[in-house]
């Protein structure tokens, strides 16, 4: 099994991730404000310190004031960027140029800093107009990862608000970067594919470096924005399910912590093997924990990184995955074993498990559940050679998909064996188990993205 250290990710600096409490407690009312009253408090193990230094940047609430002019009047748009990279910033730069409400964020503060203004601004709104307010269209330009922690912001934001609250904003989707829910949303929005999934944008925008003003004189940049802020007046509701990750704290002293995080579209776990250092100093009872943990840090330093797709080959890792079917879904594939309200488990070596909320096939209609794609090892068997003895025979990966879940848990067979978590590209480290849920618990049950109409691209 590939071990890797839980070393911080710099990419992983925007995430931010809500406080959570116990499962058993998640439709009373201190489950819901424990959900969403933290999301400044908590962070994932790997950026906790990071991130507590962290406040909004000045010029964050500099942009805002310049967009957010009058309590009495909103905005059509806003645009939110992530300009943590040189996409994020070029884009910026094209949009401002063209006079666009661009906001520029850097951090998980500036993006809450940035939507708690614009949620304050509507309740002004509304305290100082009769009418119900015009929806606003909040653009987020970045990859999936970026979305999600609007996406946080917003279940934080709107679980203390009235249903009425869920038609005031709208999100609109400009993908920069690995972006499953935008490639959904191409599935059946011919506009949109046409904008920001054709070979033009997606080259520009997956450079290793900024592309020269000549080279993009095609594509267009800041007119295919404008058009889809002008057009997209329809609001895709998109399902808002639930994780529940419980991992282990960086002191020994200290418990074992649990967080809940929304999720939409495309949800991917993987896991590799860590080796927890109390084993590692069992083996090498005559280093010290800092020499143990050089030692370690060397050694696997010189393993290549796992994919983090699907694969059939490669190391496996030994999972139980207990899950349970929705109500009123009992078609059953050929081979698979399921009752309905009954709990059913897997447990063998996987070399991969994906779990996706979002329809396949371009279908408009959200399944009752989740789906589940697993690929696990076979079992090897025994193959005697005349004049030899036995020998293992490797046997090809067993891949099943199982659809129509409403709740799973995940957990390592081995108690030392600690999971390694990508979630909407997010990554959370030294998991112990996790539980996902097809329904985020509150009210805050959808996240309404922009598109143009319900036109799927032709073929």
Known sequence: MTMIPNTP????KLQRRPRSTSMKDRQNSKAQSDRTSSIDSETSPESRIAVQVCVPRKSVYDQLNQILIS??????SIILINTTDWQ?????EILHEHSQPIVCTISGADVHAAFNTIVTRIQRFCNCNAQTPPTIKVAVAGDQSYLSTILRCFVEQLANKTPDWLSYIRFLVIPVGTHPLAKHMSSFDSKFNNI???A???DLFSRLEAPTSVSIDNIDVAGRVSQYLAGASVSHQCPISEAMLTYKQKSPDEDSCQKFVPFIGVRIFTFQMVLDLAVWAFFFPFMDTKCAYDVLVTFLSHIPPPCSSPVTGGEVMGLQVDY????????KKEGEKRDVGIKNTLKSNFRSLQVSRIPNGGELTPPPGMAMTVVMKEKNKKVIFLSKKPKEKEVDSKSQVIEGISRLICAAKHQH???RVSIDGVEWNDVKFFQLA??????????PVGIFGYTKPAM
Do not use: I
């Open 71 to 76: 309590d009495e009047q909103l905005p059509e």
């Open 417 to 419: 064996t600690m999971l």
């Open 438 to 447: 097809a329904q985020w618990p509150t009210h805050v049950k959808h996240f």
């Open 324 to 331: 349970w079917a929705c109500h009123g879904v009992d078609k």
């Open 88 to 92: 994020g910033q070029y884009l910026s």
């Open 196 to 198: 920001f999934m054709d």
């Open 9 to 12: 990710k710099t990419e992983n």
């Open 200 to 202: 033009g944008w997606r």
